[in-house]
């Protein structure tokens, strides 16, 4: 149980184009889905909290215009990064909080990556 | 805003020999996490730590959280290939938001 999967497993796209990354949760209901980047051999850094049917909440120095997310059902959040650049090249994450009760309070479960690559 | 440290950043031991890895927050935690990555993979959920002077096993693994809930240890006795990874701890200051520390890469020689 606890699955979080992510799609696509990796993007080569061109400078100036969006992307959009899935991540959903395949058996079990998720309040809180969480987004991360992780450049080579760094940490995970927390780029926004989602609450399905609510805004995001952004960490400080991350664009908002330019990594949209929605979170539209308990199931699925999903990360697009807009007019993306060779900087925005990276490791994305996703982890999904369950709902109080299912699993150990806090625990995160994380989707396997997206790997994107901007030209 | 908080921050954890987290040391070494990087160790190479002999198969059977022991491993630790040390977070520090700058800040007083409610608990915190450890997780594990295996290369190409992603991270996942080891333990989390609550109550203070907390000591947690799983079998060859003791974490412990620090008295004053700032600091914890992952200690791996007698280390096996199987334990090659990325440990990562992460600390959670209030609500649900998780600061990792930068690692903790663990080579195992055979």
């Known amino acids: 149980g606890a699955v979080v999967s992510q799609h696509p497993s990796w993007v080569i796209c061109k400078s100036g184009t969006s992307v959009k990354i899935e991540c959903r949760s395949l058996d079990f209901q998720a309040t809180t889905m969480f987004w991360y980047r992780q450049f080579p051999k760094q940490s995970l850094m927390l780029m926004a909290t989602s609450n399905e049917g609510s805004k995001a909440t952004y960490e400080q120095g991350v664009e908002k215009d330019k990594f949209l997310i929605n979170h539209a059902s308990l199931t699925l959040s999903t990360l697009t990064v807009t007019s993306a650049h060779p900087e925005d090249s990276s490791f994305y994450i996703c982890?999904?909080?369950?709902?109080?009760?299912?699993?150990?309070?806090?625990?995160?479960?994380f989707g396997p990556g997206t790997r994107l690559t901007v030209l | 805003g908080q921050q954890v440290m987290q040391i070494p950043q990087y160790q190479h031991v002999q198969e059977g020999e022991d491993f630790t890895t040390y977070c520090n927050s700058s800040?007083?935690?409610?608990?915190i996490q450890w997780y594990k990555q295996r290369p190409g993979g992603h991270p996942v959920f080891l333990i989390q730590l609550v109550k203070s002077g907390e000591v947690k096993k799983q079998k060859r693994l003791t974490f412990q959280f620090g008295e004053a809930k700032k600091n914890s240890s992952l200690h791996i006795t007698a280390t096996q290939t199987t334990d090659v990874g990325t440990y990562f701890c992460?600390?959670?200051?209030?609500?649900?938001?998780?600061?990792f520390g930068a690692g903790t890469i663990l080579r195992v020689k055979s």
């Open positions: 992460a600390g959670v200051e209030y609500g649900n938001k998780l600061v």
């Open positions: 982890s999904a909080m369950g709902l109080a009760g299912t699993h150990v309070v806090g625990e995160q479960f």
């Open positions: 800040t007083t935690l409610s608990n």
